[in-house]
């Protein structure tokens, strides 16, 4: 970035190519993400002022940005904020980045809680809920909803409230912190859930150095790292989860896409858990462990 003069629409097309050099996740996405946060405007408004020209300030906030994106450092950490079923988190590094897969958690309570009978008001339980992106989706989604959500990190908890006092959910979402099931030893109400979500650590711990360096070296370890064969929290869940779940209540559980065979077989081993199925993401992926409380 030489030149006297930067328009929007010039440091879009710089800034995309050299993202797309860099081999940065969605160049042209990302970089509009970077200057509408500079500027502090909606995306749709860098097209509508498109010839506009940034002040020397701004131009350096960007720059710096989008020197720090090309080393791969992570959008949504560099502007504290992502997207998920529509809604705007702040996100730092003590939280993993909300991702699109795990929608497919939030798409599937949802429906079912619609159109099974007994479900229309669930008491849901949201394990590891970092940021809080599923426990606020569900109790946006479903208006009557009960959620208490848990996670080992104050760090995260702390980012999780911030997140659902904004969208104004903390009436109807409860946070706890402690691991996983443990962490609801001193609430007043002990009744089982309708529902049990989670997105666990569930990456193998001598995988964690070949991940993504966007991820390896931004997110939070604890949240990543799923012990040995990346499923240890994972059958933790599975072997807590028939005791506090309702006859009939709903386990989905976020693992790996390359893990569904594994989880499967630890799952149809569990007393208390029946129509154990994976299902698959929009990539056609096997990531979502469902199950029900027989």
């Known amino acids: 970035m030489t030149r006297d003069i930067w328009t929007i629409r010039g440091l ?7 993202f797309e050099r860099k081999q940065v996740d969605s160049p042209r996405l990302s970089a509009e993400l970077l200057l509408s946060h500079v500027l502090n405007v909606p995306r749709i408004k860098l097209y509508t002022d498109y010839d506009n020209q940034l002040a020397e300030k701004q131009l350096a906030v960007f720059r710096d940005l989008v020197k720090r994106a090309g ?6 950490y560099l502007t504290g904020r992502a997207f998920f079923f529509s809604l705007e988190f702040q996100v730092n590094r003590d939280v993993l980045i909300p991702r699109p897969e795990t929608e497919k958690i939030v798409e599937n309570v949802a429906q079912f809680c619609r159109n099974a009978a007994g479900f229309e008001s669930p008491r849901i339980l949201d394990l590891c809920t970092g940021s809080g992106c599923i426990a606020a989706a569900l109790a946006h989604r479903l208006k009557t909803a009960q959620v208490v959500a848990t996670d080992l990190s104050p760090a995260a908890l702390a980012v ?3 997140n659902l006092e904004r969208l104004k959910l903390l009436d109807r979402v409860e946070l706890l912190q402690g691991d996983l099931f443990r962490a609801l030893r001193d ?5 089982p859930f309708h529902i049990i979500t989670a ?37 933790e869940i599975l072997a807590g989860a028939a005791e506090r779940l309702l006859p009939g209540g709903q386990l989905y559980v976020e693992v790996a896409f390359d893990q569904g065979d594994a989880v499967r077989a630890i799952a149809e081993k569990q007393a208390g858990l029946a ?11 096997e990531r979502i462990l469902a199950a029900k409380r027989a």
């Open 71 to 76: 080393e791969h450092e992570p959008v949504a």
């Open 12 to 18: 879009l097309e710089w800034t995309t190519g050299f």
């Open 187 to 191: 609430v007043v109400d002990r009744s």
């Open 275 to 285: 129509d154990v199925k994976v299902l698959r993401d929009d990539a056609g992926h």
């Open 160 to 162: 999780a409230k911030g």
């Open 199 to 235: 997105n666990p650590p569930y990456i193998a711990t001598s995988q964690i150095e070949t991940l993504d360096r966007n991820v390896r070296d931004y997110e939070p370890r604890m949240a990543l790292d799923g012990g040995l064969d990346g499923l240890t929290i994972v059958r």
